[in-house]
């Protein structure tokens, strides 16, 4: 090709080039990329909707008239049947996530968004909170990779015998973060990160000895768990020293904002350590074992047993609220475990007991008390911090046998984590 020519074409090619820069506006040439905004809607004006993100930043959100709103409800991935809404049709709490071309740092022209209600993500949450409740946990014997099989103990389930927790390539596995026991921070995990020791919590189906669970989602985590005896507090710095039965060494624990501290009643002890002996325990209580039949008297308060607050939970019996009403509300004190027994009279629901039992104050608990606790690990440069710590413990810890974890054995059940999680509306375990 003569070279002269070649020149006259690339000439040619720069000026249209320069040309079409002049009379086509910059933007279209770079288009800033989608973003996306996911958050809790914090204020409603007019067409636009401030968001709360999850990190506690706020973005502003405006909607053009040609923007696309759907409902959908928690859990729903096809969105060809979601409900076209209006931006009116937002309401404050609701959870939104929305696609556009964000302004600046903190808003965004939305072309697309996707609404779920406040109210149909609090009743998604009750629901699987529900779920994780009934369902299995404790602590981790065995992991089978090749069988997709998991072995726990607890004490207080399947009468004391392993517990083999079948998973699926469906299952949905999560793990703890280290130092942590709040549900949004579980991370995606995978089985072969279980390890013996660990602490485990599924939901989905049982068979009808509780014996085999079949998981929809299992959560674990790597904690630790000990019994001792109190030797100081320090309310300034919001810690216990505790000297470990175990390794006779002293440890201290941080009591965080998050730490439940309950002190069992005597006879409330005493019911838990007549189960680790495998016996009745209305008798380790010294109170009667019968439950008033459906319309009789409601005993004086103590008398309901394992039982006592049946009639709460709309049950037909009347259990300890002295007045015999079918489904009454309990007022008295509850026995053993209080009557919360797991579906079709499965054993007792060791974490609604516990949520019912007297709170205690770090003040309160003096040298030589007989506490148990679960604690995250800590760092080498951070102490445990307490998640769940039970005083008035001396009969369980008589009771264990030798070489028995008692903190491990009767708190290995505990619904790992506090409340539900927030993000899409999934329900984690709570208390």
Not at 38 to 65: M, P, Q, R
Not at 163 to 187: C, D
Not at 295 to 303: E, L, M, P, R
Request: net charge positive; glycine share 14%.
């Amino acid at each position: 090709m003569d070279p002269s020519r070649f020149i006259k074409s690339l000439l040619r090619v720069c000026v249209f080039v320069a040309v079409i820069a002049c009379i086509v506006p910059a933007h279209l040439f770079a288009q800033t990329p989608a973003a996306r905004v996911i958050g809790t809607v914090k204020s409603v004006t007019g067409n636009s909707v401030v968001v709360e993100l999850d990190n506690g930043a706020e973005t502003t959100v405006t909607f053009a008239d040609a923007a696309r709103v759907v409902l959908a409800t928690p859990g729903q991935t096809d969105l060809k049947s979601a409900t076209p809404i209006q931006v009116s049709d937002i309401q404050v709490g609701d959870r939104l996530s929305a696609r556009g071309q964000a302004s600046d740092a903190n808003s965004l022209a939305a072309s697309f968004a996707l609404v779920m209600k406040k109210t149909d993500i609090a009743e998604k949450q009750q629901q699987e909170r529900d779920e994780w409740r009934k369902g299995v946990g404790g602590l981790v014997k065995e992991v089978d990779i090749a069988t997709a099989t998991v072995t726990i103990t607890n004490s207080l389930a399947a009468s004391g015998k392993p517990i083999l927790v079948h998973l699926s390539p469906q299952t949905e596995i999560r793990r703890y973060s280290p130092g942590s026991v709040k549900f949004e921070e579980a991370k995606p995990s995978t089985l072969d990160q279980l390890k013996p020791g660990d602490q485990l919590r599924a939901r989905g189906t049982k068979n009808a000895d509780g014996t085999e669970f079949t998981a929809q989602a299992v959560v674990s985590g790597a904690f630790r768990e000990l019994a001792g005896t109190v030797v100081s507090t320090d309310a300034a710095n919001s810690t216990v020293t505790v000297t470990d039965l175990a390794t006779k060494k002293p440890v201290t624990v941080k009591i965080g904002t998050d730490s439940t501290l309950r002190k069992l009643p005597q006879f409330v002890a005493m019911g838990i350590a007549m189960q680790l002996k495998g016996g009745t325990p209305a008798a380790a209580t010294g109170m009667g074992s019968a439950v008033p039949a459906s319309g009789a008297s409601g005993g004086n308060g103590t008398q309901g047993g394992w039982q006592g607050r049946r009639g709460e939970q709309g049950g037909p019996r009347g259990g300890n609220n002295g007045a015999g009403a079918p489904g009454g509300a309990g007022q008295g004190t509850p026995g053993a475990f209080g009557g919360f027994r797991g579906g079709n009279g499965g054993p007792p629901d060791f974490q609604q007991m516990l949520s019912r039992m007297p709170a205690v104050t770090l003040s309160e608990l003096n040298k030589g008390d007989a506490v148990m606790l679960v604690a995250t690990e800590g760092t080498a440069s951070s102490r445990p911090t307490a998640i769940t710590l039970l005083a008035g413990v001396e009969p369980i810890l008589t009771a264990a046998p030798p070489g028995m974890n008692a903190a491990a054995t009767v708190l290995s059940p505990w619904n790992l984590g506090q409340g539900g999680a927030g993000g899409g509306g999934e329900g984690g375990p709570g208390q």
